[in-house]
């Protein structure tokens, strides 16, 4: 567990992010102290949020797409919601952790089926310099996976215009 892990620093690259953190009064690095997180804290919760306000603050104030809290019986099924009908799932995902593309498909497909969404947006904050920029659309382009939002400490002009295409289909 450290900052390297969490990729705070590397999203503290990311002008837009880096005033998000410092008009919110959020740490923008770890601090040295006698407490720490646990594992499971540090991983399914910080780790989640960071992702989660990354990536509502680029949607909103970038791509003018508002994303709404999840009613009680979608929470923790994805991130956010639009009135679309859309849900999105933020990850911060590395370049090391590979999750079995059909293994993801298949769970976001009965995701999609309890709560009845019609699409499903899966996006990856970060991605490193060598990450190619191969979207993968799934399930008839009901579930969209996106690789990366930023890359090279800025917010991708590709992940972007996917998005906005993909969001007016």
């Not at 620093?9 to 646990?38: R, V």
């Amino acid at each position: 567990m450290s900052e390297e892990t969490a990729r705070l620093s590397d999203l503290m690259k990311i002008d837009i992010l880096h005033k998000l953190f410092l008009d919110s009064g959020w740490t923008t690095a770890f601090p040295e102290s006698e407490l720490m997180l646990t594992p499971p804290m540090f991983n399914n919760i910080y780790k989640g949020a960071l992702g989660e306000v990354c990536g509502k603050h680029i949607f909103q104030s970038l791509l003018n797409i508002d994303l709404l809290e999840l009613d009680v019986d979608e929470f923790e099924r994805f991130d956010f919601k639009t009135e679309q009908n859309i849900y999105i799932d933020f990850k911060l995902w590395n370049d090391r952790v590979a999750v079995p593309a059909d293994e993801l498909v298949d769970n976001i497909r009965e995701k999609m089926a309890i709560i009845g969404a019609e699409r499903v947006f899966v996006i990856n904050i970060l991605g490193t310099s060598n990450t190619p920029f191969r979207p993968i659309s799934s399930f008839g382009g009901k579930i969209v996976e996106v690789p990366y939002l930023c890359k090279n400490d800025k917010v991708d002009n590709k992940a972007i215009n996917l998005i906005l295409k993909e969001f007016h289909k």
